[in-house]
Structures are given as C-alpha cells and as structure tokens.
C-alpha cells in the first residue's frame, strides 16, 4: 500500500468512527513549537500526526449553559474521550499491521511528560506538558489555529471540541495549514469564565508558540491550579454573583487576582479544606466536592482520560472551550443562557437544584436527572 492510499484509509477510518473533522500534520512544522510539539519524545523518529476532532452537539450546550440537564454533554464528552483512545490505539495498529511503519496513540488528555526530571506540580502552578499537544499537532495538521482562549478553534465547529490523535514515522503528506485564524477576539471565552485563569487584553509572552511558522498567539496564562479548582466544579460564581458553573459553592475566584493567588499560598490552602473537610461547610456540599476528588484521582492514577467510565466524567465547567461555537450570534445566545441560568445548590438528600431570578422572582427548578437519559449500564 503507498503512502497516499495509507493516509485516505486512516482518514475514512477516523471518520467513521464517529470524529468530524481529520488531518495529517508534519514534525518539521512543530520544529519551533513548545516541548509538547515534539513528536521524538513520543515516539523517535516521527514525522506524521494524524489529527481529529469531536464537536460538541449544539443542543446540548443550550442545556448545559441554561442548566436544564448536562447529562448530553456529559455523554459527548466521554464519547469523544473514550472514543479517540479507542480510534488512536486502533489507527497505531492499523498502520503497524499493514506497513513497516511505526505508530503512537496519544493519550488525549490526562498525560503530561517530565520536565528537567520533574513532573508538573498543582502546587507549584508551572508549565505543564503533555507527552504531545493535540493543539498544537491540530494546527499544524490544518484543522484550525489557537483562539484567545488557548483552545484550538476551526473553521467548522469553533473551539466547542475535543481531540485525538496518533503518531507514525510514516512519512504521510501534510494538508494545508488553515490559511486564517477564525478567532475573532470576541472575548466571550473571558466573560464565561468564573476563574480569571485568563485575562481579556494581555497576550501570553512567556514562551512563543511557531506551528509551520505562524506565531500562534492567544491571553496569557494564569496559575493552571485556578483554573483547576473551577474546571473540576469545586467552585464556580461570576464575578457578580448573580450565576454559577454546575458546583453548589458559590465562591468567586475571580476576585483573586493571579499575583495575589500566586504569592498567597495559603489562600489556596484555606480553599481546598473549606471545600472538603470544614465542618462549618454543609454535608451535602463536602460530600459533592469529595466525590469529584476521587474522581479525579482515578483520572491521576491511569494519566489517561480515554480510561474514565461515563459516571466519573462530570463536565461543571469549560465554558471557555464549550461556549466557543463557530457562530459568533450562537455565541453569544450561549452566554445569554449562561448569565440567566442562575445558581446551582445541592438539597438535604444530595440532588443539585437551580435557583434564578424570573422577572423579579425567585425560581426554582430540578434539572433532568441522570436516569432519564440514560440507562443503568451506561451510567456504570
């Protein structure tokens, strides 16, 4: 089989098992990039990426951000985490079978590589690196460039995505690279986010990020511990208080500035026990937080997200990907839904509920519980 045949099959394969959007990236448009650009370390000798994406179904971001159900994001989420490991492990294979080529699934999240013999500390809050930057492998496979927000965004589907990918010393034929960047600075990515991970107007001047030899540029990075502690759903309230992301502590971390949460370690310390083990905090509200703590620890141990059973994949917050849509206007229906969805709160006997102000009165509502979308074996 030549070379051209080998990458139209993996293509068909790729979309056929579900991902929307493919390309094939090259090593030596990553020669410039960050560490997590370099395929070597993966697998020595790599010249190939083959890139994908997972959208995110429309109708359940409209659900998600007005807090009627979060159940469909959910099951996208772990269909397209799941599903990339189990496409990336069945390409590798695929190529090493029928070629004398080598291959590397990459793990889609979850995975980070040492660093002058060390690996990433959340206490710490320095670079953290991926064994490989599906980012950073998607624009140089021409799926898109990186948006404000850091998250690659396309043409097609916006930032609202997900990635796989697999690595081969195969010496495939790079697409195009995206001509234009479709970010338009619209800033909603900073409006939705609860953390202040990134700021509005200042761009990240830390490190450069050169894919094919366009700088990639995008807001500069705040403490990755901030946007953690919001991202997994411990906390989560706008800066004016009047909405939440899908958590029942009401905490704003945005009124934290990142010189103030860099410097103050204790104020992260103080954090994390109100959140899990002050008694003056309530139960049910210690219980939730302790819950996504194991969750993630699970995630800790096997460095692979594509492992995550569905009842442990618990999407309560990445506005800033999710809210990124192709359509500027659904962007920006999104983020009407979201500063009108109210507040999240967790009753006596541990269900999440919703308050909100309709019309100058006090609304509240369950949202649809996890059984009535799906069944008992999907949720084990």
């Given at each position: ?8 099959n993996i293509k068909q ?220 759903g411990w906390v989560g ?111 006596k006997k541990g269900k ?29």
């Amino acid at each position: 089989m030549d070379l051209k045949e080998l990458k139209v099959n993996i293509k068909q394969m790729i979309l056929d098992d579900g991902a929307k959007l493919v390309g094939v990236g090259s090593q030596d448009r990553l020669k410039e990039a960050p560490p997590s650009g370099d395929m070597n370390y993966c697998l020595p000798g790599a010249q190939s990426c083959i890139i994908w994406a997972y959208p995110n179904p429309i109708e359940a971001l409209e659900n998600y951000f007005s807090k009627i159900e979060r159940m469909s994001i959910k099951k996208a989420q772990d269909f397209a985490y799941v599903g990339a490991w189990k496409t990336a492990q069945k390409v590798a294979k695929y190529i090493e079978e029928i070629t004398d080529y080598k291959a590397f699934p990459v793990i889609p999240n979850a995975k980070y590589r040492e660093v002058n013999g060390k690996r990433y500390d959340f206490r710490k809050d320095d670079y953290a690196w991926p064994d490989f930057s599906l980012r950073y492998g998607a624009v140089a496979a021409g799926l898109g460039h990186l948006g404000w927000s850091g998250n690659l965004v396309t043409k097609e589907y916006g930032g609202s995505l997900y990635l796989g990918g697999v690595l081969t010393i195969a010496p495939l034929e790079p697409d195009p690279m995206a001509e234009e960047n479709h970010c338009n600075r619209c800033k909603i990515c900073v409006k939705a986010c609860t953390t202040g991970y990134f700021p509005m107007d200042e761009e990240e001047s830390r490190q450069e990020v050169i894919i094919g030899g366009f700088k990639e540029v995008y807001a500069r990075r705040g403490a990755y511990s901030k946007c953690g502690i919001g991202c997994a759903g411990w906390v989560g309230l706008s800066l004016d208080a009047t909405w939440s992301t899908w958590t029942p502590d009401h905490t704003s971390l945005k009124k934290h500035t990142h010189e103030e949460w860099i410097k103050n370690r204790s104020l992260r310390r103080d954090l994390l026990l109100k959140l899990l083990r002050d008694p003056n905090t309530p139960r049910e509200i210690r219980k939730f937080n302790q819950k996504i703590l194991a969750s993630f620890a699970k995630v800790g141990i096997t460095e692979n997200v594509g492992l995550r059973p569905l009842i442990d994949t618990n999407p309560r917050c990445g506005n800033c990907n999710f809210i990124c849509v192709a359509d500027p206007k659904k962007r920006k229906e999104l983020y009407n839904l979201l500063i009108t969805s109210g507040k999240v709160y967790i009753d006596k006997k541990g269900k999440e509920y919703v308050k909100k102000i309709v019309d100058g009165k006090e609304v509240i509502h369950y949202p649809i519980p996890e059984k009535e979308y799906f069944s008992e074996n999907e949720l084990k």
